[in-house]
């Protein structure tokens, strides 16, 4: 019999059905009220914000204004303008510790180089690359190339825009359609139009008219022209009339009267041999290909357009230090072989003394130019944070106090400009999640107590597998009540550990050295004392907190499992 008077029919909003055991029908649910539960992200959201603009308190907002750099822009640009006159700017290499201004400046004087070259329509190119991540001369070489090939691609790209528009207008014109044709094309797409022709030299703004070849000149041996030493014809005939190559070019109004073309043949021969340089750039993989077919790859890519290209190494000693400095050889030493392009190197470094480890060839050819960039000190500290804050705070959100301390502790650790940065930010994040209206100093010294854990946080993550067993053991060892550990002990406990992760066991020697390891970064504190007779020993204790580091232990996938451990603690009598 059927039930259908007896039971309900389904619900009408529910199109799913429930053959896996799942039901679309939302009916008697929260999510299916007209007035939704306040959510989690509600909450949160309910307060005033703080910050106006967040991202200019990072390091990788690059500012209009660098106060207290002034010199060191002004020295980048003085040595750089020789690239808007189509010169080779001098290699530069700039110094300084972190947080001084270095990268920013640089950054800084690249995007003014870049926008005043559009401005004169002298090409200029200016690429980036972070050696700390970039750091094998296999990825800097592929990175470059891609760039390059990329910009290359983009300029035959606009370069057969224009030439189809001129060969529409072309048909227009013979087609009756259009008599008067105003063509708005950039002259450049004309400058490689003849190829046996040798590409001009542009020296920029400051020697206008420049040398290049006109969009005015014609590239066929037959059209009338008054011919130059390379065979090209190099402007109207003596008696001021246009080229009169063909029957086609003899009006001014007509499409390729202003143009190295005759015919719409010649346009379309163009077109193709474009089509055909595009299609031979291949796209260097990050892995796989001999360093010398990337290098190669690099030259053509780099060469293909006239053009001055900087290039800018940021913690150019992280490069030196991994792989040599092939690298930087083989760059400074590209323009002897360059027909067309040339090229200059910024590299930005911490360590002063880096060059020391240099080839002097590379020396030489490198280090044309130093700029040095000093600490800031707390007066110059606090103009940047008054700066930036205006920016990145609302009205009112600072109490007076909060930036002169960012200041003062940012300048207690070398003049650190990033550090007061991130101490600011950092604070007013901490102000926000706790829903305050205003900054204060207890959460300046709140955020520079995080930052601290932060920094020590990443440092033992990122250790290698035995240190973190040493370190371990010396937490296990404090955790049952030990004091003034010594490396024995520290051994006896290591040897266990291994044991229970089946590592390697390495030499007391070998441990000894990595607490000295740790002793450097500031994990542990490691002193030698004399027990007279019976030798000298170190004296090992913690400097970072017990808990977060071992937290921060367990969280590695091999050391997980020795979470229940409890190591045989040897009895000794303390003197």
Known sequence: MSNDDTEPPQSETTEIDNRDGFSADLEGTDLGGDEPKQGLFDDLLSGEPIFENKEVLRPSYTPHELPHRSDQINKMATILVAALRGETPSNILIYGKTGTGKTASAKFVSKELESTSQKYSVPCDVEYINCEVTD???RVLAQLANKFIEKNKARIDDQVDSLETLRDALEEYEDGTDESVDLEVDPDVFDDADESATPGVSTGPANQPTERNSPGETGGSDSGGQAGEDGRETGPDHDGTSPTGSDATETDDHPLASTPFDSREEIDDRIESLEDDKDSFEDVPMTGWPTDRVYSVFFDAVDY??????????????????????????????????????VSIIGISNDLKFTDFLDPRVKSSLGEEEIVFPPYDANQLRDILEHRSEVAFKGGALSDDVIPLCAAFAAQEHGDARRALDLLRTAGELAERSQAETIIEEHVREAQDKIELDRVVEVVRTLPTQSKLVLFAIILLEKNGVHSINTGEVFNIYKRLCEEIDADVLTQRRVTDLISELDMLGIVNAVVVSKGRYGRTKEISLSVPIDETEAVLLSDSRLSDIDDVQPFVQARFEN
């Open 136 to 138: 094998t001369q296999y």
């Open 305 to 342: 357009d006239e053009r001055v290209v900087v290039i800018m190494l940021d913690e150019i000693d992280k490069l030196v230090e991994k792989s040599g400095d092939d690298t930087l050889y083989n760059l400074s030493r590209m323009n002897s072989e360059l027909k067309n392009s040339r």
